[in-house]
């Protein structure tokens, strides 16, 4: 008989712990354990334990045996993280150059991360008896809830959950335990309801037909379509249909939302179309609420998961189709950790789940639009609105020709006047918020500045405090100018607060509604302000792009774009971008209904190209200039880009480590000869060199190509790790960075 040798049964542990290291760790199994790669498992680290996740089994390990420590036990019988899962995580580590055992557990929600079971609430409901059926003959006597109850349950013709009680009966939970101890009602556990029903959407237009069946068309095969649709265009309802099919087929929805635009109007949308079990992965919930989401979703139990960037990890037993709408908007890029950009993610991950994923916007990043262009996506346009609604005009406004007052021109104060007199709502946008962005002394040059950054420091008046945006700093109002103790310190621009302010003046009799983070800060408040919006009890919206988007207001037919100026002389090489984005989110506000609408933008360079396409609606004209400009200044998609940023508390500190690593770069390219065309920039003080008290710096490097560059960064990563003078600062690298600030 042949004996199974020793040596062949796995011995080592490779263990991911969630640790700022970019390696694994092995260690020896404990007597009689054999755990499966995904499982969580407890281990001694330092003199601490910790949890962490077995990537693999191996037979040997690279360090020596004497000095292998024995895992303490495994936390899970079957994987937390399936294969597919696993090797897309380690793909992602792989490709942000991230430590491994940071990307496993961000996947995590955080109970997982600390160690609790992966467990449910058993769902129980009640179902009459014989003898309970007998008692109700009997009447209700002294124990009236306990006979409302048991009607109750006799009534339905499913078993009744605890909740439909709750609603109905104070005292319940005492009537049903007494009803169940006496056997006249007895506790099952609650299936999961499986046929979904389908509520009738609107007949689609012939562009949404179309754009239904190409992805219907790509079931179960990986497809990445690019959905170009106006605003207004009805790209929701594209998605509901193409979800439709998938949970026909009994398979799971991902939908990725921007944070703005996680709306309960939108989840009222789906929830409105489906009778299914949806998951909304909110900000705003509980650990456990998190981990039982989760962990329905893994199961199977959730069709549909929506949810913003971080939902992109969700395990699913059976994905079906993953849906990013308004792709082109930078929440979905992390800012820090783990700065992975979810758009992005969701394209690898259905690319490795064989099932299609749709992108949508009315106004498609410049990376996604080349990659349409180019054939890798496929491009689904929908050019006309749902409703027959028209386009608003659009008009600019030259404001060094006109009278403005106190940042309102005249024209635009008359269309407010006017637009009130009419009855309809009008929306003014400045994506500034506060009183005014300086405060100066009108005797010497003294500009209110923050001390802990290179930033002015924003006035609010309704709060009397000078406050930085950067850092949250704040300081009162100084009686004298501190250098020249001059009594003259004024106001320089205007932020909402003071927009708001000069609206009063202009239209007194107009109901003004401000919306931005200083007006929305308690719970609750944003819904209130909509609510008053949707009701017609405001006239005149006032707020930053936390009006841009997501929430539809049909009865605003004239929108007020108080300063573009900002964008269109800014260094981020993004910013037309931006401009193009915005003018089209926000116009796209206006004359949703019948009503037409109207779009005014204010600038004092009203010739400038950029706002050409913003008034004809032409993202194709937009894309070819901004991509033109691209293609010129070598930035994506034209490049690929990877910055390294380092912070410290001195001066200098940060510059020195990025010269040094620059040295570093310059002797991986100089020693790897198959690494080309990769072009290393000199580090530079970024834009803003100090923020919150640390100096920062940042240096770039960029390649055509995307392999050549991350083999030069895994080299150089490595040297950056294991630099002494790496501990002397913070840094990070951004792969594929938005911003190079
Ligand atoms: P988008 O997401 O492209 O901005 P929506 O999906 O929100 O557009 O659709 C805009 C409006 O048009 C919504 O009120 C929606 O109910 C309506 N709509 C969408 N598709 C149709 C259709 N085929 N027929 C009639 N109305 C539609
Ligand atoms: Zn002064
Ligand atoms: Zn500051």
């Given at each position: 008989?042949?004996?199974?040798?020793?040596?062949?049964?796995?011995?080592?542990?490779?263990?991911?712990?969630?640790?700022?290291?970019?390696?694994?760790?092995?260690?020896?199994?404990?007597?009689?354990?054999?755990?499966?790669?995904?499982?969580?498992?407890?281990?001694?680290?330092?003199?601490?334990?910790?949890?962490?996740?077995?990537?693999?089994?191996?037979?040997?390990?690279?360090?020596?045996?004497?000095?292998?420590?024995?895992?303490?036990?495994?936390?899970?019988?079957?994987?937390l993280?399936?294969t597919?899962?696993?090797?897309?995580?380690?793909?992602?580590?792989?490709?942000?150059?991230?430590?491994?055992?940071?990307?496993?557990?961000?996947?995590?929600?955080?109970?997982?991360?600390?160690?609790?079971?992966?467990?449910?609430?058993?769902?129980?409901?009640?179902?009459?008896?014989?003898?309970?059926?007998e008692?109700?003959?009997?009447?209700?006597g002294?124990?009236?809830?306990?006979?409302?109850?048991?009607?109750?349950?006799?009534?339905?013709?499913?078993?009744?959950?605890?909740?439909?009680?709750?609603?109905?009966?104070?005292?319940?939970?005492?009537?049903?335990?007494?009803?169940?101890?006496?056997?006249?009602?007895?506790?099952?556990?609650?299936?999961?309801?499986?046929?979904?029903?389908?509520?009738?959407?609107?007949?689609?237009?012939?562009d949404?037909q179309?754009?239904?069946?190409?992805i219907?068309?790509?079931?179960?095969?990986?497809?990445?379509?690019?959905?170009?649709?106006?605003?207004?265009?009805?790209?929701?309802?594209?998605?509901?249909?193409?979800?439709?099919?998938?949970?026909?087929?009994?398979?799971?929805?991902?939908?990725?939302?921007p944070?703005?635009?996680?709306?309960p109007?939108?989840?009222?949308?789906?929830?409105?179309r489906?009778?299914?079990?949806?998951?909304?992965?909110?900000?705003?919930?509980?650990?456990?609420?998190?981990?039982?989401?989760?962990?329905?979703?893994?199961?199977?139990?959730?069709?549909?998961?929506?949810?913003?960037?971080?939902a992109?990890?969700?395990?699913?037993?059976?994905p079906?189709?993953?849906?990013?709408?308004?792709?082109?908007?930078?929440?979905?890029?992390?800012?820090?950790?783990?700065?992975?950009?979810?758009?992005?993610?969701?394209?690898?991950?259905?690319?490795?789940?064989?099932?299609?994923?749709?992108?949508?916007?009315?106004?498609?990043?410049?990376?996604?639009?080349?990659?349409?262009?180019?054939?890798?996506?496929?491009?689904?346009?929908?050019?006309?609105?749902?409703?027959?609604?028209?386009?608003?005009?659009?008009?600019?406004l030259?404001?060094?020709?006109?009278?403005?007052?106190?940042?309102?021109?005249?024209?635009?104060?008359?269309?407010?006047?006017?637009?009130?007199?009419?009855?309809?709502?009008?929306?003014?946008?400045?994506?500034?918020?506060?009183?005014?962005?300086?405060?100066?002394?009108?005797?010497?040059?003294?500009?209110?500045?923050?001390?802990?950054?290179?930033?002015?420091?924003?006035?609010?008046?309704?709060?009397?405090?000078?406050?930085?945006?950067?850092?949250?700093?704040?300081?009162?109002?100084?009686?004298?100018?501190?250098?020249?103790?001059?009594?003259?310190?004024?106001?320089?621009?205007?932020?909402?607060?003071?927009?708001?302010?000069?609206?009063?003046?202009?239209v007194?009799d107009?109901?003004?509604?401000?919306?931005?983070?200083?007006?929305?800060?308690?719970?609750?408040?944003?819904?209130?302000?909509?609510?008053?919006?949707?009701?017609?009890?405001?006239?005149?919206?006032?707020?930053?792009?936390?009006?841009?988007?997501?929430?539809?207001?049909?009865?605003?037919?004239?929108?007020g774009?108080?300063?573009?100026?900002?964008?269109?002389?800014?260094?981020?090489?993004?910013?037309?971008?931006?401009?193009?984005?915005?003018?089209?989110?926000?116009?796209?506000?206006?004359?949703?209904?019948?009503?037409?609408?109207?779009?005014?933008?204010?600038?004092?360079?009203?010739?400038?190209?950029?706002?050409?396409?913003?008034?004809?609606?032409?993202?194709?004209?937009?894309?070819?200039?901004?991509?033109?400009?691209?293609?010129?200044?070598?930035?994506?998609?034209?490049?690929?880009?990877?910055?390294?940023?380092?912070?410290?508390?001195?001066?200098?500190?940060?510059?020195?480590?990025?010269?040094?690593?620059?040295?570093?770069?310059?002797?991986?390219?100089?020693?790897?000869?198959?690494?080309?065309?990769v072009?290393?920039?000199?580090?530079?003080?970024?834009?803003?060199?100090?923020?919150?008290?640390?100096?920062?710096?940042?240096?770039?490097?960029?390649?055509?190509?995307?392999?050549?560059?991350?083999?030069?960064?895994?080299?150089?990563?490595?040297?950056?790790?294991?630099?002494?003078?790496?501990?002397?600062?913070?840094?990070?690298?951004?792969?594929?960075?938005?911003?190079?600030?």
């Amino acid at each position: 008989m042949a004996s199974v040798s020793s040596e062949s049964s796995p011995q080592i542990v490779r263990v991911a712990l969630p640790v700022p290291l970019r390696r694994l760790f092995d260690y020896t199994l404990p007597e009689g354990t054999t755990p499966r790669p995904g499982c969580r498992i407890k281990v001694p680290f330092g003199r601490r334990t910790m949890t962490g996740l077995v990537v693999s089994l191996e037979n040997r390990s690279d360090i020596s045996p004497d000095k292998l420590k024995t895992a303490i036990e495994c936390l899970d019988t079957e994987p937390l993280i399936e294969t597919g899962l696993m090797k897309f995580l380690s793909w992602i580590a792989d490709y942000y150059l991230h430590p491994p055992g940071e990307v496993l557990f961000a996947a995590l929600p955080v109970k997982l991360r600390q160690g609790h079971p992966a467990i449910l609430p058993v769902e129980t409901a009640w179902q009459i008896t014989d003898a309970g059926r007998e008692k109700l003959l009997l009447g209700p006597g002294r124990a009236k809830v306990q006979h409302a109850v048991l009607s109750t349950i006799a009534e339905a013709d499913v078993p009744v959950t605890p909740a439909v009680l709750k609603a109905q009966f104070p005292g319940w939970r005492a009537a049903a335990n007494a009803l169940l101890r006496d056997a006249m009602i007895i506790e099952q556990e609650l299936q999961p309801a499986k046929a979904v029903t389908i509520a009738n959407g609107p007949d689609p237009t012939r562009d949404q037909q179309n754009a239904i069946d190409s992805i219907n068309a790509s079931k179960g095969r990986y497809c990445c379509f690019l959905l170009h649709g106006i605003t207004g265009s009805g790209k929701t309802e594209v998605y509901l249909r193409s979800i439709e099919t998938v949970l026909l087929d009994d398979r799971q929805a991902l939908v990725l939302v921007p944070e703005i635009s996680l709306t309960p109007q939108l989840v009222d949308r789906f929830r409105t179309r489906f009778s299914c079990p949806i998951e909304v992965m909110h900000s705003a919930m509980t650990d456990t609420q998190r981990m039982h989401a989760w962990e329905r979703s893994r199961r199977g139990l959730a069709s549909i998961i929506i949810g913003t960037r971080s939902a992109v990890f969700t395990p699913m037993q059976k994905p079906g189709i993953i849906i990013v709408d308004e792709e082109h908007d930078t929440s979905f890029k992390q800012q820090d950790g783990l700065r992975y950009h979810a758009r992005d993610l969701a394209i690898k991950r259905a690319s490795d789940a064989g099932i299609p994923v749709v992108l949508g916007s009315a106004t498609p990043s410049l990376e996604s639009y080349a990659n349409a262009a180019s054939g890798r996506y496929k491009l689904l346009s929908l050019t006309e609105r749902a409703t027959r609604a028209s386009m608003p005009a659009v008009h600019i406004l030259d404001m060094h020709k006109l009278p403005v007052d106190n940042g309102i021109s005249m024209p635009l104060r008359d269309a407010l006047r006017e637009n009130f007199q009419r009855g309809n709502q009008s929306l003014l946008f400045l994506n500034r918020r506060g009183f005014a962005p300086a405060v100066c002394c009108t005797e010497c040059t003294w500009l209110a500045h923050c001390i802990r950054c290179d930033a002015k420091l924003t006035w609010h008046r309704n709060q009397a405090r000078l406050r930085c945006h950067h850092c949250g700093h704040e300081a009162r109002w100084p009686e004298q100018c501190p250098d020249c103790g001059a009594m003259s310190l004024v106001t320089v621009g205007q932020g909402t607060e003071h927009i708001e302010e000069a609206i009063r003046k202009l239209v007194p009799d107009a109901r003004i509604e401000r919306i931005d983070r200083d007006t929305t800060r308690r719970k609750g408040e944003l819904e209130d302000r909509l609510d008053r919006i949707h009701c017609g009890e405001a006239d005149i919206l006032v707020g930053t792009q936390m009006l841009s988007k997501g929430h539809d207001f049909p009865n605003v037919t004239l929108v007020g774009v108080i300063d573009t100026d900002q964008l269109l002389f800014s260094s981020d090489f993004r910013a037309s971008e931006r401009l193009f984005q915005l003018v089209t989110q926000v116009a796209g506000r206006a004359g949703r209904a019948e009503k037409p609408g109207t779009v005014l933008i204010q600038s004092r360079y009203p010739d400038s190209p950029w706002l050409r396409p913003c008034i004809d609606h032409d993202f194709e004209a937009f894309a070819r200039m901004a991509l033109g400009e691209r293609m010129a200044t070598d930035y994506p998609p034209y490049q690929h880009l990877a910055l390294l940023r380092a912070e410290a508390p001195h001066q200098n500190a940060a510059l020195e480590f990025l010269n040094t690593m620059h040295r570093a770069a310059m002797h991986v390219l100089d020693t790897h000869d198959t690494i080309s065309d990769v072009a290393i920039m000199d580090p530079l003080p970024s834009v803003m060199e100090k923020r919150a008290g640390r100096y920062r710096a940042q240096l770039l490097t960029q390649s055509p190509s995307r392999s050549k560059l991350h083999m030069f960064l895994h080299y150089w990563v490595e040297a950056i790790e294991t630099s002494r003078l790496s501990r002397n600062v913070r840094w990070s690298l951004d792969v594929d960075p938005v911003d190079l600030f």
